[in-house]
């Protein structure tokens, strides 16, 4: 007595697994479209990183400059208008002394010596004529009066000058979103361009694979069955190149931190734990988002391409 034959399983009897019944791995190389698209990614990322940097920087000096303002006063050893003491010495009480200035100071000689080096060079601190008095007045909450706290510095020594940030104020806030509109239209560009390479080179694939596709698609398979293994495919190229251009960006934001840390006023870090640890959430979130953001853009190119190249099929 025979025994029976055991019946294929039906997967094994029509084709094996991950059959490429459409040549994909030919018609798509796994080496071109990945380098264009991690290209566009590590662009994205610098243009991402620029946007970051701007508006974190502009939020440092804006709350700078616009807590501080200077007073100039002339001939500050003179004597004061009223009272006793130099005009320098009263026009300091009074800054001191009005509501909605947290502190005053005056600056040294070397401190004016500084500011002065980059326009008279190394010679500022010897130089001959009299210099006027220079006070840093740092403000708490809304500021002082303006007017009021004018009036009380002229009365005190007539003549001084006080200086407000505001025109730079408004002048860094209007850097900074022209900052942050040019990298919107950097990464725009770049997602343009990325949409762009992965349509060439989707519609390279279906002219490279179109005898198969004829035959495949007259035997009946449906444009979204097609659409669906082009779209597979450009999926996995295009994640796997913004995960290497994501990597190969890394480095380069941590170096770019390192060397915008003086700049918003805290100390650069030392160690490779603490360069990780300032560079911005932002972009410790956009990082691992460029891969899915690649993948997204290489699906919906895919289908929209390869339907409309079926549509005109004869």
Known sequence: ?????????????????????????????????????????????????????ASALARHWQAGAGAMMTVQVPEPTGPAASGGGGRAEQVLAALRASPGVSGARMLSDDELAALLRPWLGSGAGRIAIPLPAVIEVRLAGPGPDRGALADAVEKAAPGTVIEEHDRWVRRLA???RSLQACAALAIAVVGFVAVAVIAVATRAGLAARRDAIETVHGLGATDGYVASRFAGRVTLLAARGGAVGAAIALPVLIGLTSLAAPFSGGPAPDGPVALLAAMPIALWLALPALPLLAAGIGWVTAQWTVRRWLRRLP
Do not use: C, H, I
């Not at 009897?13 to 030919?26: E, I, Q, S, T, Y």
């Open 1 to 53: 007595m025979t025994k029976p034959v055991p019946k294929p399983r039906e997967g094994n009897l029509l084709r094996p697994a991950r059959f490429d019944d459409l040549g994909l791995k030919r018609a798509l190389s796994d080496r071109l479209l990945p380098l264009l698209v991690g290209a566009m990614a590590f662009l994205a990322a610098l243009a991402l990183a620029g946007a970051v940097a």
């Open 174 to 176: 209007v850097l900074a």
